[in-house]
């Protein structure tokens, strides 16, 4: 069964005079351990679509799917449920300033309360590592480049070993190769662990790398590398 299942999906803003409808009849379904681009202007929907799809937004109005579990109307239980199988990576990578890359990473299993400590250590370490940045375990953010930082940020969202990670913009704030490089991990994952990817990127230098691009325009999907 696919991992997400979109059918009718619109979503309003605002109260009132001032509501504005901004996702409009979307369908999608999204293939497992594939690596997926949702694309289009500022202001198509992307986000908003990636945060109902990421159970990060209520739905409104039609019908997702997230991993079997329909979206609209689950309890707060079944939703922080969901979020536990989930990883999340933001083009502001939200590291905290004050803690080492390691202890950031740990921070991605804390809220999960998996396995003891030296277990967690152990896990947050591999993910370092898996992310090319063994050398750096015991820095702070302030001492790494924009791209290690990002790939913190990543090590965090995978160190759980979630079934989908969903990105907004990851590479923004990269040069080409470390946006590439991080692009190729995350679909390196899928190839090796059959995490699903969904990935919202203005970045036409990594479109190469996509098992399918959407693209969408004033909240619509307007096009579909698969169909
Ligand atoms: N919290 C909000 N309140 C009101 N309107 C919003 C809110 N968030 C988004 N919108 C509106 O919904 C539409 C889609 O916004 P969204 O953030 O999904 O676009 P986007 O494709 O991610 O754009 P960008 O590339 O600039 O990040 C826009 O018209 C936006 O103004
Ligand atoms: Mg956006």
């Known amino acids: 069964m696919s991992p997400i299942i979109v059918s009718h999906l619109d979503h309003w803003f605002g109260e009132g005079e001032a509501r504005k409808q901004a996702i409009f009849d979307v369908n999608l379904e999204i293939e497992a351990g ?52 989930l990883g999340f990576i933001f083009q502001a990578h939200n590291l905290h300033n004050s803690l080492s890359a390691r ?82 991990m995350l679909k390196r994952l899928g190839e090796e662990r059959g995490t699903t990817t969904v990935m919202v990127t203005h970045d036409n230098r990594i479109l190469d790398l996509a098992d399918r691009i959407i693209t969408m325009e004033d909240g619509r999907i307007v096009k579909d590398s698969l169909t």
């Open 34 to 85: 594939k690596l997926t681009i949702l694309m289009g202007p500022s202001g198509s929907g992307k986000t908003t679509t990636l945060t109902l799809m990421g159970c990060l937004r209520a739905v409104q109005s039609g019908s997702v799917q997230l991993l079997g579990q329909e979206l609209k109307d689950a309890s707060d239980f079944q939703q922080e449920t969901l979020r536990r199988r």
């Open 103 to 184: 202890q950031n990473v740990l921070m991605g299993l804390q809220v999960h309360g998996r396995g003891d400590s030296a277990q967690q250590t152990r896990a947050a370490c591999h993910a370092l590592e898996l992310m090319d940045l063994g050398e750096r375990i015991d820095y702070l953010p302030e001492h790494l480049s924009g791209g290690q930082k990002q790939r913190v940020a990543i090590a965090r969202a995978l160190v759980s070993n979630p079934d989908i990670i969903f990105a907004d913009e990851p590479t923004a704030a990269l040069d080409k190769t470390s946006g590439a490089n991080v692009v190729t």
